[in-house]
């Protein structure tokens, strides 16, 4: 029987955190005025090892989880990463092991994530102006580094690459259909997600928001688009594919049209924190158990009595009330 919560959800989906470090400072996520080079970032000893993941991860298996997602921070700074895939791959019960990166580091890291048993990997790309890029990024960073990544992960096999844009009224709103037309044709799904309040450092406003049904209405009039059924129960993106045969994309729509109803994850912070919602405000402490002795049943015990309760729904009741609520920031959680 699978573990559900509290609103019947199910347990599918772990996403892990191997680090709250990023080389870039994407404004949405770690603006630089907030993240500086004095910024706090955990110590070594407080981040879980490989070993903890992958037990941890192993008792989730068997709790009814499918799929683990490796995030960040940005996951490819983590130092041999490929030995804690190599443990994950192997798990009984886990049907898809993927990475969320930036890209930076890709091209020279894919054949070794490949080769550990990493399924695919998801890419974030903003915009295809370097200028809009680099703005973003708040590094300057210009976007042939993360084009390189996706080209070499493409042809080392970690397909399909999902591409995901983060969408900002009047930042990069423009580059919706020069980024369709870049990967149209190509295998790969991009996705455009809606501008979300993760976190408390964004500045997130609600006129920043660009509807996905915007979005689907800008791209349709250049490459013709008609609405496709979800591959699965629970997934988040709507999915549009072009007329023509040659793709789709998808949509994320976190503030016009919430999905908490059909949500089956569970975050697990690098510090070892277990957070059942990307807008919470606190987490349990998985690895105080980990390191004082607890049993693999102990920690099922334990993620049982956390799921069991959970009642997220942000997404729903979102308002201006909610805006200044207290929210673990992206950079510790991931996306």
């Known amino acids: 029987m699978p573990l ?17 470090r990023c080389n870039l400072r994407c404004t949405y996520c770690m603006p630089r005025e907030v993240f500086g080079p004095d910024f706090p970032f955990l110590e070594r000893e407080e981040l879980l090892s490989y070993e903890e993941i992958a037990r941890v991860a192993a008792v989730f298996a068997r709790l009814g989880v499918t799929k683990i997602r490796l995030t960040g921070g940005e996951p490819l700074l983590r130092r041999e990463l490929p030995r804690l895939i190599r443990g994950l791959s192997g798990l009984a019960g886990i049907e898809d092991l993927t990475l969320t990166t930036n890209g930076l580091l890709l091209a020279e890291q894919a054949e070794a994530l490949q080769a550990a048993g990493l399924d695919r990997v998801t890419v974030s790309l903003d915009a295809l102006d370097s200028e809009t890029f680099g703005d973003i990024n708040g590094l300057g960073v210009r976007v042939e580094r993360v084009l390189e990544g996706i080209d070499r992960a493409a042809a080392v096999g970690l397909r399909p690459i999902k591409i995901n844009c983060v969408v900002q009224r009047g930042i990069n709103d423009g580059q919706l259909v020069d980024l ?5 044709g190509s295998g790969h799904i991009l996705r455009f997600i809606e501008y979300m309040d993760v976190g408390n450092s ?8 660009v ?3 915007r979005v ?4 349709d009039r250049v490459f013709p688009l008609e609405p496709t059924t979800r591959n699965y129960p629970g997934e ?31 975050r697990l912070s690098s510090d070892g924190r277990l957070f059942t919602c990307l807008f919470a405000s606190g987490g349990f402490d998985l690895r105080s158990l980990l390191r004082g002795g607890a049993g693999d049943s102990e920690l099922e015990e334990a993620i049982r009595g956390v799921w069991s309760v959970r009642n997220d729904r942000y997404s729903e009741i979102r308002s201006a009330a909610t805006r200044d609520w207290p929210k673990v920031e992206m950079s510790r959680i991931g996306g």
């Not at 964004?202 to 928001?209: F, K, T, Y």
């Open 216 to 219: 689907v209405e800008k791209i």
């Open 202 to 209: 964004n500045g997130w406003r609600l006129d920043q928001v």
């Open 211 to 213: 509807p996905s049904s």
């Open 236 to 266: 988040v993106a709507g999915r549009w594919r072009y007329k023509d045969g040659s793709g789709e994309i998808g949509v994320i729509s976190s503030v016009t049209q919430p999905f908490c109803g059909a949500c089956t994850r569970i």
């Open 180 to 184: 369709a037309s870049r990967f149209k």
């Open 4 to 20: 559900l919560d509290s609103m019947q959800r199910p347990l599918a989906d772990l996403r892990v955190s191997v680090t709250d």
